[in-house]
């Protein structure tokens, strides 16, 4: 079992950037396949960005396309995600995530077996 935990959320303007980091425990992080997920409040929990174990490949929602980054450090066990030109809809709980499926599985859609335990993105307008 992967235990993940979120950091950097805070308050920013619109037009602004923030790095969310998700530091990772277990054997076999490495190994899977690492997402990134939002929870507005009053809506459901949505897909945002997946990465591969090497981190070669990256995959985002069309909402956050061209404006949020990810990638993976492996040898630090921890992930990132660069989010600038950041809107007040991106507004909600940001939650990193792992499956352990292969890519064929994950690509098509990502099901975490661990979830973080969340990190507040604030933006204003």
């Known amino acids: 079992q992967v235990q993940l935990v979120e950091s950097g959320g805070g308050l920013v303007q619109a037009g602004g950037s923030l790095r969310l980091s998700c530091a990772a425990s277990?054997?076999?992080?490495?190994?899977?396949?690492m997402g990134w997920f939002r929870q507005a409040p009053g809506k459901e929990r949505e897909f945002v960005a997946a990465?591969?174990?090497?981190?070669?490949?990256?995959y985002y929602s069309d909402s956050v396309k061209g404006r949020f980054t990810f990638s993976r450090d492996n040898a630090k066990n921890t992930v990132y995600l660069q989010m600038n030109s950041l809107k007040p809809e991106d507004t909600a709980v940001y939650y990193c995530?792992?499956?352990?499926?292969?890519?064929?599985?994950?690509?098509?859609?990502?099901?975490?077996?661990?979830w973080g335990q969340g990190t507040q993105v604030t933006v204003s307008s």
């Open positions: 995530a792992t499956d352990p499926r292969p890519p064929a599985n994950w690509r098509l859609r990502f099901n975490p077996i661990s």
């Open positions: 277990g054997r076999t992080y490495s190994t899977y396949a």
């Open positions: 990465i591969s174990w090497s981190g070669g490949n990256a």
